[in-house]
Each structure stands twice: as C-alpha cells, then as structure tokens.
C-alpha cells in the first residue's frame, strides 16, 4: 500500500512537471523568487529543505532564486565597516556571511543552490558548510571562502544584503520573507510555503 502511494506522487509530480516544462514554455522567463532569510532561523531552515530546494532540484529551469541571507539581523556603522548583530547569535551571523561569500563566488544559482541546500539540511549548517562546498562546488576552496568571510569583501557583502533587506517594500516583519517576480503579499507567502511547486508552476505558465 505504501508503495502503491509513493508511485502515484511520483507519477503526479511528473504529470505536474509535463504541464509546467514544455517546449512553448521554455521560451519564457524563469520564475524570480526571492529569499530574505537567516541561516539558522528554524522557520527558513524548514522552509529550504521542504519547499525551496525539492521544488528548485525539480523545476530549475522555470525559476532563479536569488538568496539574501541576513533577515532580522541589525547592523551599525563602525568605521569604515560594519558590525552585525543576528538574531540566533554570532554563529548565524558567521553563516550568514558564509553563504554570501559562496553565493558572490559561486555566481549564480546552478552552482549555489547545491552548496547553501546541503548546508541548510545539515544537523549544524556551520559545520556542514565546508564538506558541502567541496562536494558540490570543488572548484571553489574553502580557504577563499574563509578569507571572504573575515575580510573586507565579506563585510561589503553582508552590507549589501542588509541594504537588500531594509528596502523592502512592504518592510519584512518576519522571515523567512519571499518575492514572486519582486512581489510580496500574504497570498504568495501562504503559497509559497505551503505549495511552492505548484505556485511556481502556476506563474511561469500563465
């Protein structure tokens, strides 16, 4: 019975990707989600490894999602850089900063999405963080990751996000915080993360 059960989701799901992927649909643009979150915030950890990174494994082509990793986090000038004070603490802040490193190498979501989903599915993200670069993305070392993080290129980034995140419009007051196509509501939300697939289906057809 079981089994019977798994085959015909399995089944659904492709009859699903067979409405969402064709040829007349390939000629349009890509879903843009976009992600405001913290790395060890429970929500958007749950949010990632049951609705973000199963949908995006499956319908990659249909969809670019852009990651900002910095949510609830506050941030204070001092000198010509910046102090950063996070939610879940000074770890989240070093994950945080990790992840915008490996997203600012890494370039694009083909090669970062493998990377920050491993690590988000990781019992600790922090400490999963450098066997998933080298699984995923070998030919980034972790030592540039590394040297990112405690330098100025890593502050500039973490900067940017905080920047990224304070002009949202509406304000997030919550994360984890999603666009469709630049576009928050409480729908989307409610959507997004109770059936991303079909949402991104559903746009990216109409």
């Known amino acids: 019975m079981k089994l019977h059960v798994e ?11 067979g409405r969402c992927i064709t040829a007349e649909t390939r000629l349009r643009s890509p879903v843009q989600l976009s992600l405001f979150y913290e790395t060890l915030c429970p929500d ?4 990632m490894n049951n609705k973000l990174c199963p949908t995006w494994f499956r319908l990659e082509e249909a969809m670019n999602v852009l990651l900002i990793p910095f949510g609830n986090a506050k941030e204070i000038q001092d000198g010509q850089n910046w102090q950063f004070h996070c939610q879940h603490g000074e770890g989240e802040c070093q994950g945080n900063t990790i992840q915008a490193c490996m997203i600012h190498y890494l370039k694009n979501a083909t090669s970062y999405m493998p990377v920050i989903c491993c ?8 400490t999963g963080a450098q066997s998933c670069l080298q699984v995923h993305a070998p030919t980034v070392l972790w030592d540039t990751i590394i040297s990112c993080v405690n330098g100025s290129k890593g502050n500039e980034l973490m900067h940017q996000n905080a ?3 304070n002009e949202l419009e509406p304000s ?15 729908e989307l ?6 059936d991303l697939f079909s949402l991104v289906c559903d746009t990216y057809i109409v």
Not at 7 to 17: D, G, N, Q, S
Not at 119 to 126: D, F, I, K, Q
Not at 172 to 186: A, D, F, K, Q, R
Not at 189 to 194: D, L, T
Request: with cysteine; glycine share 2%; net charge negative.
């Open 7 to 17: 085959l015909t989701i399995v089944l659904f799901l492709w009859a699903v990707m």
């Open 44 to 47: 958007c950890r749950n949010f």
């Open 119 to 126: 690590m988000e599915s990781a019992s600790s993200p922090l």
């Open 163 to 165: 920047q990224m995140t």
């Open 172 to 186: 997030h007051n919550y994360v984890p915080w999603i666009l469709i196509n630049g576009e928050h509501s409480e």
């Open 189 to 194: 939300q409610y959507r997004a993360e109770n």
